[in-house]
């Protein structure tokens, strides 16, 4: 397999048309060998730093919200989203080759950076079973990702390069091609949008209420009347913001992923358009011009 260095100093291997992380591509053979979906399973996939943190905390509290309903009582209040919501390639396949997944309770939600084409065929094969997408403009997802790895690797197994040549590299689909990755997703839910939800970070921003109700209205258990006038739709949407969130002690200390990760730099600006802070008008421009290029005809863009 085709091999190189990816900006922020870290090997990359390519494998079914995507840069994936060398130590990613194990787990992944892994996932696709041995998980079995089940029809109620509630797959989150996304682009790393496209709102995946943030989809985890509402799909755990629309999902479990009979279980509990006073939302003071909230696991989200004492975890963080990433160990309520397990990576199938970082948490459940990283250290085991065919983990028991088996006693979770259903519905069990899990989370993935996967694109379309390399997921567990039984994903896409099982009639059930849903997936939920979240994308986020490449530019703040760019500028995310490339703080995310300042936080988190820089004095471990990685030298970042500087922000212009790192956003070329991306640019040129790495890592990624993340157009790829939104395409496939976005073309599948068109197909059937009874299977895959397609979000973007900027609709939640905009309108976090309505989006709350759409994904509990795709999942299949949709709020009651009573549950809309109770307010729950609100108090969710309140519990999983940006600001609640990251304020918890929880979130605040404490590491994610066999201690890598710190929980804190899961929570960074949470803004849309924070690259105009560190992007010049040009690569905004190149970007721009890419993405109509890519998307032509799909009738999938972004506002940058
Ligand atoms: P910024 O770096 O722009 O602040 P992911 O969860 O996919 O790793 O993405 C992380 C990005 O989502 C970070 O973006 C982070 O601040 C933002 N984020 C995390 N939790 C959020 C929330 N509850 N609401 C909105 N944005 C959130």
Redesign the pocket.
Request: aromatic fraction near 18%; proline fraction near 5%; glycine fraction near 6%.
């Given at each position: 397999l085709e091999q190189m260095t990816n900006w922020d100093g870290r090997k990359l291997v390519k494998y079914q048309g995507f840069w994936f992380p060398l130590n990613y591509l194990r787990p992944l053979l892994s996932a696709q060998k041995h998980f079995k979906a089940n029809d109620s399973d509630i797959i989150l996939s996304?682009?790393?730093?496209?709102?995946?943190?943030?989809?985890?905390?509402l799909v755990f509290s629309i999902a479990n919200r009979s279980i509990y309903p006073n939302i003071d009582q909230s696991p989200l209040l004492t975890s963080n989203?990433h160990k309520l919501v397990p990576f199938i390639e970082f948490d459940l396949y990283w250290n085991e080759e065919n983990p028991d997944l088996t006693h979770i309770p259903s519905p069990r939600i899990f989370s993935t950076h996967i694109p379309l084409n390399a997921l567990p065929n039984c994903i896409l094969e099982s009639s059930e079973c849903k997936i939920i997408y979240?994308c986020?403009n490449p530019l703040?997802?760019f500028?995310?990702?490339y703080?995310?790895v300042l936080q988190n690797f820089v004095s471990k197994d990685a030298a970042p390069l500087e922000l212009d040549e790192a956003f070329d590299m991306f640019c040129r689909g790495v890592p990624g091609p993340v157009w790829e990755h939104m395409l496939a997703y976005w073309n599948a839910h068109l197909e059937n949008p009874r299977k895959v939800l397609f979000l973007k970070?900027e609709d939640?921003?905009d309108n976090i209420g309505f989006n709350v109700k759409k994904i509990a209205e795709f999942l299949g258990f949709p709020f009651s009347l009573e549950e809309e006038e109770q307010g729950l739709i609100d108090e969710i949407s309140r519990v999983?913001?940006?600001g609640?969130?990251?304020n918890l002690e929880v979130n605040k200390n404490g590491y994610v992923m066999d201690g890598l990760l710190k929980n804190s730099s899961?929570?960074?600006?949470?803004?849309v358009g924070?690259w105009t802070n560190y992007l010049t008008p040009a690569m905004a421009e190149r970007m721009k011009k890419l993405m109509e290029i890519k998307f032509q005809g799909s009738g999938l863009m972004f506002n940058i």
């Open positions: 996304t682009l790393p730093k496209s709102g995946t943190t943030w989809l985890k905390a989203p979240i986020r703040d997802q500028i995310s990702h703080y995310f970070y939640l921003k999983c913001s940006f609640n969130l990251k899961y929570f960074r600006k949470g803004e924070d």
